[in-house]
T-cell receptor
Framework: EAQVTQNPRYLITVTGKKLTVTCSQN?????MSWYRQDPGLGLRQIYYSMNVEVTDKGDVPEGYKVSRKEKRNFPLILESPSPNQTSLYFCASSFVGTPLQETQYFGPGTRLLVL | AQTVTQSQPEMSVQEAETVTLSCTYDTSESDYYLFWYKQPPSRQMILVIRQEAYKQQNATENRFSVNFQKAAKSFSLKISDSQLGDAAMYFC????????????FGKGMKLTVNP
């Protein structure tokens, strides 16, 4: 089954304790992206990757890191989480380049609470 | 920068009736993609329908159809024969060609379906 998976689905942590949210897709997509969803703000892009070893900042990158060492994986790293990073996080992926393959597919979301 | 506006934060519809969700966007591009995503209480982001800007024909997926007015920069979603399972948050989204390939989301609209 074609899917985007995220782990963990729920996480409660404390300020300053480094954490990683994993994202994996099995569709051979070149493009992967992280979004955060906050009430009243919709979804905003944090980081994206056009392919292996190619990453760039989105609209709200402060406090986050990413890496893309393999095509299928795109982990989101919070080196020193703060309460303002409490949010619902989505990973998404898609092909790049042809109109029929522009749809982004989303993972199930990771709900993060930073105390 | 592109923006997406969903002016109605909430709507309700009777089961079996038709409802239209509005969305407007602002862009200077000529080629782009528009999407409607559904987010049920599970928080999963589910693609409902997509529209390529270069296509004049409005997209249709079963009970879901769009009214795409490119000159007016309007992209409304019509749900026919509404079902209880249609109750969810609905997000309108714009995706540019090239660059970050990100999705720019509206703030969402909560749809309630009354039995």
């Amino acid at each position: 089954e074609a899917q985007v998976t995220q782990n963990p689905r729920y996480l409660i942590t404390v300020t300053g304790k480094k954490l990683t949210v994993t994202c994996s897709q099995n569709m051979n997509h070149e493009y992967m992206s992280w979004y955060r969803q906050d009430p009243g703000l919709g979804l905003r892009q944090i980081y994206y990757s056009m392919n292996v070893e190619v990453t760039d900042k989105g609209d709200v990158p402060e406090g986050y890191k990413v890496s893309r060492k393999e095509k299928r994986n795109f982990p989101l790293i919070l080196e020193s989480p703060s309460p303002n990073q409490t949010s619902l996080y989505f990973c998404a992926s898609s092909f790049v380049g042809t109109p029929l393959q522009e749809t982004q597919y989303f993972g199930p979301g990771t709900r993060l609470l930073v105390l | 920068a592109q923006t997406v506006t969903q002016s109605q934060p909430e709507m309700s519809v009777q089961e079996a009736e038709t409802v239209t969700l509005s969305c407007t966007y602002d862009t200077s591009e000529s080629d782009y993609y528009l999407f409607w995503y559904k987010q049920p209480p599970s928080r999963q982001m589910i693609l409902v329908i997509r529209q390529e800007a270069y296509k004049q024909q409005n997209a249709t997926e079963n009970r879901f159809s769009v009214n795409f007015q490119k000159a007016a920069k309007s992209f409304s979603l019509k749900i026919s024969d509404s079902q209880l399972g249609d109750a969810a948050m609905y997000f309108c989204a714009y995706r540019t060609q090239g660059g970050s390939e990100k999705l720019v989301f509206g703030k969402g609209m909560k749809l309630t379906v009354n039995p």
